[in-house]
């Protein structure tokens, strides 16, 4: 039988073991573990397997943190199906996790039929076969009421939302500058567009949203 190839990435050995362990197969087919600890490493992997189904992404890495892994992994692997596997369940990492790309969202805590539905929607898109959910995708995210605010940063491009998540971790415009390599003046464009499309008055009235 042909195993399911996933690759999964985190920085922690006892959590590889452990969703190895629990995990070695699904629905009657056996699921072979690539394992790398850091992102650089996740995406050099990724690039030399042809065969590697779907991604299991840590967001805090060694030499990466936040959604920029996640960011970085799909610039360099676009079609990639990759499912967030966090600590955090923040509503709005969930939901820009999301508008970024990735195709599902886990918590670390979670109980194990949530891992399940995870690990059937990465690898079964289109449902199981023989279930009634064949032919429609599954979902992989978690269930969350229904925002306004959120639903218009899922609307953000990827730029907007790099520089709101910077805004929001509490950067500067000038940090935000030197971390994208961007002139002073465009950032400031950036954070004005960010505003106007969230429809807030300030910066301080923005952050204070996602608190």
Same mark, same amino acid.
């Given at each position: 039988?042909?195993?399911?190839?996933?690759?999964?990435?985190? +920085?922690?050995?006892?959590?590889?073991?452990?969703?190895?362990?629990?995990?070695?197969?699904?629905?009657?087919?056996?699921?072979?573990?690539?394992?790398?600890?850091?992102?650089? +490493?996740?995406?050099?992997?990724?690039?030399?397997?042809?065969?590697?189904?779907?991604?299991?992404? +840590?967001?805090? %890495?060694? +030499?990466?943190?936040?959604?920029?892994?996640?960011?970085?992994?799909?610039?360099?692997?676009?079609?990639?199906?990759?499912?967030?596997?966090?600590?955090?369940?923040?509503?709005?990492?969930?939901?820009?996790?999301?508008? %970024?790309?990735?195709?599902?969202?886990?918590?670390?805590?979670?109980?194990?039929?949530?891992?399940?539905?995870?690990?059937?929607?990465?690898?079964?898109?289109?449902?199981?076969?023989?279930?009634?959910?064949?032919?429609?995708?599954?979902?992989?995210?978690?269930?969350?009421?229904?925002?306004?605010?959120?639903?218009?940063?899922?609307?953000?491009?990827?730029?907007?939302?790099?520089?709101?998540? %910077?805004?929001?971790?509490?950067?500067?415009?000038?940090?935000?500058?030197?971390?994208?390599?961007?002139?002073?003046?465009?950032?400031?464009?950036?954070?004005?567009?960010? %505003?106007?499309?969230?429809?807030?008055?300030?910066?301080?009235?923005?952050?204070?949203?996602?608190?």
């Amino acid at each position: 039988m042909t195993a399911r190839l996933v690759l999964l990435v985190d +920085d922690h050995e006892l959590v590889r073991i452990g969703v190895k362990t629990t995990y070695a197969d699904l629905n009657g087919e056996a699921i072979d573990w690539i394992e790398a600890s850091a992102l650089e +490493d996740a995406i050099r992997i990724y690039g030399e397997r042809s065969d590697i189904e779907a991604v299991l992404l +840590d967001l805090n %890495l060694a +030499d990466c943190k936040g959604l920029q892994g996640l960011r970085m992994f799909l610039e360099a692997h676009p079609k990639a199906r990759v499912a967030v596997f966090s600590g955090t369940q923040d509503e709005f990492v969930i939901r820009q996790a999301r508008a %970024l790309g990735a195709v599902g969202y886990v918590a670390k805590g979670a109980l194990a039929a949530q891992m399940r539905e995870t690990l059937n929607a990465l690898l079964w898109p289109h449902g199981l076969p023989g279930s009634h959910a064949m032919g429609g995708a599954t979902t992989a995210f978690p269930r969350m009421p229904p925002s306004a605010m959120y639903d218009r940063v899922s609307e953000l491009g990827p730029r907007h939302l790099e520089i709101l998540e %910077l805004v929001l971790s509490g950067c500067t415009n000038q940090e935000i500058s030197n971390s994208t390599q961007l002139s002073l003046g465009t950032v400031k464009n950036y954070v004005s567009s960010l %505003l106007l499309a969230l429809d807030v008055r300030s910066r301080s009235h923005l952050i204070s949203l996602f608190r």
